[in-house]
């Protein structure tokens, strides 16, 4: 075949006999005996890489009708724009190597923003070296591993080297996109409005971080939305949205506003808020939706019962088993009076002296914590209704959004980094690994070209209007 070629002129073959004789050549060319399996297809991956077919990106690039010097529409107001300066070369990384053009840059006044219509037509990320395509895989390395070992991840992948200050510089600007865009439509495109659940349960938790600086560690607070399935008694799949912002409640409430409204909050059958005892959520949940059912986590309820037991028996007591069991029998029944009454019985009990005040305190905490609860404790009416009684969903979180990434031995974050990441890892386990970073760059993107969205609550919740202060005193009560 190769003969023929030469005889009859390369345009009369057809692509798939040019490409099979391509790959005929080369496989004579790179074959030798002794070959392995590996050596095989890496040598065929280098082919199509490099050989077989030529990036022809550069190319489809020189394709593109010639750019005209004429006004152009200002993405964010519309007006037409004249050109501010023509020719500005652009080199990005893409996937078939870097690529080289030229294009115009036009600046509107009004807005004070300069744009690259080129740029916009080829769906370009309006910063940085890399072409979308390539930034999204870059991301998906940054937002799962820490930088280095990111770096020498992307060798075992990919030939084209990214450098571990890459990936930092690619999470910072997209980290900042996410925190800068509109969050309601941010959490729109990462998972679509749908109707409302009829029943939604919402968990909010906060934990450490370790950070830079006087203060060693910052609270990050994660919420989970999910829908629950009364009948099966379980969570619906894949339905879970996540939040989560380090930088106070004064922050994360109207973040978690905006997600709570493209569930429909106002339109949901059941909104069922499962929590610690600590007071904060209880009055966010109050704040965000006055007609909810709240249930304390199960788990804290026991445990409470079991510190209590501490305190009267001591902690090596062979009797915590029993007491226990009694606590989860009386709970499960619903019915926490009972345990308040069994607990006061043993008030005559505690003996005078050394330790009694600890003891009496014991019994007071538990007290109080229960009387403040006891509404949130119906358990045996909540399992009747096929309602979840634990705050697993944002235990777990805690782990899979944020701890697997930022709380890493030896890592230490800035803490503007780590409210970037924050923000990022919660993108990434709402919408996935394929979705999140077209979802981020759209909202951000639409968050200053289009018309503000119409929302169907009027922000008439109280952190958003009145500022941080309910939350500052909140936080201040919770770390005393
Ligand atoms: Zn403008």
Redesign the pocket.
């Known amino acids: 075949m190769a003969r023929k070629i030469r005889k009859k002129g390369l345009r009369e073959y057809s692509k798939e006999e040019l490409l099979r004789e391509l790959g005929e050549r080369l496989a004579d060319e790179k074959f030798h005996d002794g070959m392995t399996m590996s050596e095989m297809e890496l040598a065929a991956e280098e082919m199509v890489r490099r050989d077989a077919a030529p990036p022809p990106v550069a190319a489809m690039l020189s394709r593109m009708k010639p750019e005209k010097p004429t006004a152009k529409a200002?993405p964010?107001?519309g007006?037409r724009?004249p050109v501010k300066a023509r020719d500005r070369e652009r080199t990005v990384k893409s996937l078939a190597g870097p690529v080289t053009f030229q294009r115009n840059y036009h600046y509107?006044e009004?807005?004070q923003?300069g744009f690259y219509p080129v740029d916009r037509l080829l769906d370009l990320p309006e910063e940085g070296e890399l072409t979308g395509e390539l930034e999204k895989r870059v991301l998906d390395f940054a937002v799962n591993d820490v930088y280095g070992e990111c770096a020498a991840r992307w060798g075992l992948h990919y030939r084209e080297p990214v450098s571990e200050n890459l990936f930092r510089r690619v999470a910072a600007r997209v980290g900042e996109q996410c925190e800068a865009a509109d969050q309601g439509r941010l959490q729109e495109a990462l998972k679509p409005r749908e109707e409302a659940a009829e029943v939604l349960v919402v968990e909010v938790d906060g934990s450490m971080l370790p950070i830079r600086g006087q203060e060693p560690w910052k609270e990050a607070k994660v919420a989970v939305l999910y829908r629950h399935d009364q009948k099966a008694k379980a969570p619906i799949p894949r339905s879970s949205r996540y939040v989560a912002v380090v930088n106070g409640l004064g922050e994360f409430a109207p973040v978690l506003e905006e997600a709570l409204e493209v569930e429909n909050i106002d339109e949901v059958g059941k909104v069922v808020w499962v929590g610690d005892g600590a007071v904060c959520n209880w009055t966010l949940a109050d704040q965000l939706r006055p007609r909810r059912v709240q249930i304390l986590d199960w788990h804290h309820a026991v445990e409470h019962a079991m510190d209590c037991a501490k305190g009267l028996l001591g902690d090596e007591s062979p009797w915590l088993p029993v007491w226990q069991r009694r606590a989860e029998q009386l709970l499960a029944a619903g019915d926490p009076d009972a345990v308040i009454a069994e607990v006061m019985d043993c008030v005559p009990l505690v003996p005078r002296g050394r330790g009694q005040r600890e003891m009496l305190q014991a019994i007071e905490d538990l007290v109080r914590y229960y009387r403040a609860n006891a509404q949130r404790m119906k358990y045996r009416l909540f399992r009747d209704d096929g309602l979840p009684i634990g705050s697993g969903a944002v235990e777990s979180a805690h782990r899979h959004v944020l701890q697997t990434r930022m709380k890493r031995a030896g890592q230490r974050w800035a803490i503007r980094n780590a409210r970037r990441m924050a923000r990022l890892r919660a993108a990434y386990r709402t919408a996935g690994a394929r979705r999140f970073h077209e979802a981020i760059r759209r909202a951000h993107r639409d968050t200053f070209t289009r018309a503000p969205r119409a929302r169907a609550r009027r922000q008439h919740f109280r952190y958003a209007r009145y500022g941080t202060r309910d939350s500052d005193r909140c936080e201040r009560a919770a770390s005393n």
Request: glycine share 0%.
């Open positions: 200002c964010r107001c007006k724009t509107c009004k807005c923003h």
